[in-house]
Nanobody
Framework: QVQLVESGGGLVQAGGSLRLSCAASGRTFSMYVMGWFRQAPGKEREYVAAISWSGGSTYYSDSVKGRFTISRDNAKNTVYLQMNSLKPEDTAVYYC???????????????????WGQGTQVTVSS
């Protein structure tokens, strides 16, 4: 099992940046594919980005590609989401997720992830 704790959310003006962190417990963090999702009020949970167990491969939704960067530090059991050029439509609760068995074709699906953090609020003002 793995437990996930997100941090780094907050209030930022449009065009600004934030860096989210997701700290994981457990000794097998490096075996998990990690994903970031977000959920705005009244909307479904939306895929944002994912990263392979080694960090060698990264994947992004079209809505954040070129603005967000996912990375991980397996020595620190932490995955990051660097968010630049933020827009008001990026406002949401951001969640990190983990799964050992997920594959590339399904890593955008929230129901494929076994473990979730509690979320961190990101608010972008116009």
């Amino acid at each position: 099992q793995v437990q996930l704790v997100e941090s780094g959310g907050g209030l930022v003006q449009a065009g600004g940046s934030l860096r989210l962190s997701c700290a994981a417990s457990g000794r097998t963090f490096s075996m998990y594919v990690m994903g970031w999702f977000r959920q705005a009020p009244g909307k479904e949970r939306e895929y944002v980005a994912a990263i392979s167990w080694s960090g060698g491969s990264t994947y992004y939704s079209d809505s954040v590609k070129g603005r967000f960067t996912i990375s991980r530090d397996n020595a620190k059991n932490t995955v990051y989401l660097q968010m630049n050029s933020l827009k008001p439509e990026d406002t949401a609760v951001y969640y990190c997720a983990a799964d050992k068995r997920i594959t590339i074709p399904t890593m955008f699906r929230a129901d494929e992830y076994d473990y979730w953090g509690q979320g961190t609020q990101v608010t972008v003002s116009s």
